[in-house]
């Protein structure tokens, strides 16, 4: 479902920027020093993000992870699914519908942190989901602005390649940096679903952290991740 990322490798995120079309010099640095080394979740502190502006050019901001609605007292509309357990896409999602086509982002991240479902809550082993050939990654999200004027993002799900199915029934939309532009800036909803399918398996290579003798302690600082996240199938009404 992804969780939790980190963010602590400055530099790395600002040469895959480069790579994006995009220069962060200054205003990059500052932003992606916010929060570096810590692992971030929903609902806990922003996050640098590349998005288009009111100028239809590139730029970061720093945007909370976590949609806010009155009727979500649970706080779950952090990941956006690109196809709802009845099939209806996020197309036509009342909640996603305007985002998808008209807020993308990228989220740049050293890697995310996995649970394995197989377990019992509690006892789920932790794996970290990191890039295979280069140190970095991107996330596809969508982002709204709240009526205070705050940048509130969703990170896009899909469904898992066969590495991450072994762990979880879904993983985030992971966007290459020659495709950047294009889920950024694309009209094209055919361009934008393709973009959205399973990673490739020799892009990730994901890296257990954890295991079910973990000690209590250990668990009691997943429990957010494990309760709020991973312990429930998702039944919110979104469309």
Known sequence: MCARV?????????SLLADMGFSSEGLGEHLFEVNKDEQLFPY????????????????????????????????RLFNARKCSAKGQSIWQSKVWGDAIR????????????????????????????????????????????NQAGEFCLSVCTTEPNSSMQ???????????????????????????????QPSAEKKIQLI????STESSSSQSNDKHDESET????????LF
């Open 44 to 75: 806990y502190k922003p996050l640098a993000t590349l998005f288009v502006n009111s100028q239809s050019s590139m730029d970061l901001a720093l945007m909370n992870w976590g949609w806010q609605r009155p009727w979500d007292e649970s706080k």
């Open 208 to 211: 257990c952290e954890s295991n």
């Open 102 to 145: 008209q807020r993308r982002c990228l989220l740049p991240i050293d890697c995310f942190y996995e649970w394995d479902q197989n377990f019992p809550r509690g006892k789920r082993p932790r794996y970290r989901v990191e890039p295979s050939q280069r140190e970095v990654m991107s996330l596809g999200a969508i982002y709204e602005i």
């Open 166 to 196: 072994q762990i979880h029934h879904r993983m985030p939309v992971m966007i290459e940096p020659e495709h950047a532009q294009e889920w950024l800036f694309s009209e094209d909803q055919h361009a934008i679903d393709h973009l959205m």
């Open 230 to 237: 991973e312990g429930r199938p998702y039944t919110l009404p």
């Open 6 to 14: 980190k963010v602590s490798k400055t530099a790395a995120i600002q």
